[in-house]
């Protein structure tokens, strides 16, 4: 009888996944149809400039070239690499890449409905997750675009999910798919190096008695990052996985601190700041109008490894911070709002997708109370984990720039908090339509 329930229960899960997967493929490939199919756009409306720089990375691999082209070192292989079998497959198409993120959209949708029924163990929490996520702007968006979101996604869901089972079960092999997922998540984005090694303090927090399983996903993570680290050394000179150079984007944050506080021209500025760098370092020969053309666009401030330049720049930042301390705060909390703002190019009205993130933020505030009140704790280590990183990093390091793909890493627990709360809503609906029903229409 139990072997009969089990393969009844298990016959319901899966067959729960895959009308979640049909129905997500839908929404998406009705998205794809009206962002791609009909208006044929260009690569920039893809995703901005940086398409452009994947297309370039996967042709020079269909070219024989390797990974020794430089915008290697911004740029992990993950994505390209997968770019450039769908061109083997498919043929040198751009907007083909986006046609497969459909297929990688929906199934991010189900690992989230996996992981939401590993975590909470009931049905109804996970399928109103899945659902969520299913119409939730910033996926679909994410999805409709020749970005690496979509691919990082799916692997970074993949490797939480797999951890999770590690975690409640002690078996090595969701250990090890757990780290394997993680490591080409972290080399097809960078941001998710450092939450790989969360994961794993965490982990050993939540459970010490699986050290050795913990520590062998920690070690796939780092044979990965240190691959692709050396990669960078043996081309750049960088032991990095994103060589990203001097120039980061705290460069932009620095002008825009300084702009807002002084109200001087952005572009005054940034040629201000770039002409102080090569002035501390001893360039006195370039002139400022040199610079001012654009001050970060030169491959040696891009690419260079130049520890006394990177050091002078970390100082100069540091610098800024403390002199425009209200205006950095504040380009920060603008950073994290406007991971939740709308898309103007998106299929809905701009109200429409302010009201449905409204939505899921009050639904998810419930949840929340109601996770600790439930006394969830691998759910609140993992939401608050990826919530607060994420968020965080991308708001930390933007300055005052963002977009709604951003909050895609983190978004799913947001989407597993708002089910808790219509759970909740609901069993209070019905507990209260049940006390006032009569004992004759009962």
């Not at 998406?28 to 009909?38: E, G, K, S």
């Not at 030169?298 to 970390?314: G, K, S, W």
């Not at 449905?356 to 969830?376: D, N, Q, S």
Request: charged content about 15%; aromatic content about 12%.
């Amino acid at each position: 009888l139990s072997n009969r329930l089990s393969r009844s229960k298990a016959s319901r899960h899966f067959r729960d996944a895959l009308l979640i997967f049909l129905l997500a493929l839908a929404v998406l490939h009705i998205a794809y149809y009206f962002r791609v199919v009909l208006p044929r756009p260009s690569l920039r409306f893809l995703g901005g400039g940086d398409p452009y720089e994947y297309d370039g990375l996967a042709r020079s691999l269909l070219a024989g070239k390797g990974f020794s082209d430089i915008m290697f070192g911004l740029r992990p292989p993950g994505f390209p690499l997968f770019i450039a079998l769908v061109y083997v497959l498919a043929g040198v198409r751009p907007h083909i890449v986006v046609f497969y993120h459909l297929i990688f959209g929906a199934l991010t949708v189900v690992v989230v409905y996996k992981l939401s029924l590993r975590l909470f163990r009931q049905r109804s929490v996970a399928i109103l997750t899945a659902l969520l996520m299913t119409f939730e702007v910033a996926h679909v968006d994410s999805i409709i675009s020749m970005m690496s979101e979509p691919l990082h996604n799916l692997l970074l869901f993949i490797a939480l999910y797999w951890l999770v089972v590690c975690l409640q079960s002690g078996r090595w092999r969701a250990a090890l798919a757990a780290g394997v997922a993680m490591g080409m998540a972290l080399l097809t984005r960078p941001i998710s190096a450092y939450f790989a090694l969360l994961l794993g303090l965490l982990a050993l927090i939540y459970r010490p008695r699986l050290w050795k399983q913990v520590l062998a996903f920690i070690a796939i993570c780092l044979v990965c990052w240190a691959a692709w680290s050396y990669r960078n050394l043996y081309y750049a000179g960088n032991f990095s996985l994103s060589t990203t150079g001097s120039y980061t984007m705290l460069f932009y944050k620095m002008v825009s601190a300084e702009s807002h506080a002084t109200g001087r021209p952005p572009e005054e500025v940034a040629t201000d700041i770039a002409l102080e760098v090569e002035r501390r370092v001893g360039n006195y020969e370039i002139t400022r109008e040199e610079i001012a053309e654009y001050p970060v666009g030169r491959p040696e401030n891009l690419h260079a490894n130049d520890p006394e330049r990177q050091a002078i720049f970390r100082q100069m930042v540091f610098e800024k911070v403390r002199a425009y301390p209200l205006w950095t705060a504040i380009m920060t909390a603008v950073s994290l709002v406007r991971q939740f703002e709308a898309d103007e190019e998106f299929l809905l009205p701009v109200w429409l997708q302010l009201a449905l993130t409204a939505i899921y933020l009050m639904l998810a505030l419930i949840g929340y109370w109601r996770a600790w009140v439930r006394r969830e704790t691998l759910f609140l280590l993992l939401s608050h984990a990826s919530i607060v990183y994420y968020a965080g990093t991308t708001a930390l390091v933007l300055a005052g720039l963002s977009h709604i793909r951003l909050r895609t890493p983190y978004m799913p627990f947001i989407l597993m908090y708002g089910a808790l709360g219509i759970v909740y809503l609901a069993g209070r609906r019905d507990h209260r339509v049940g006390r006032g029903a009569s004992p004759a229409s009962g």
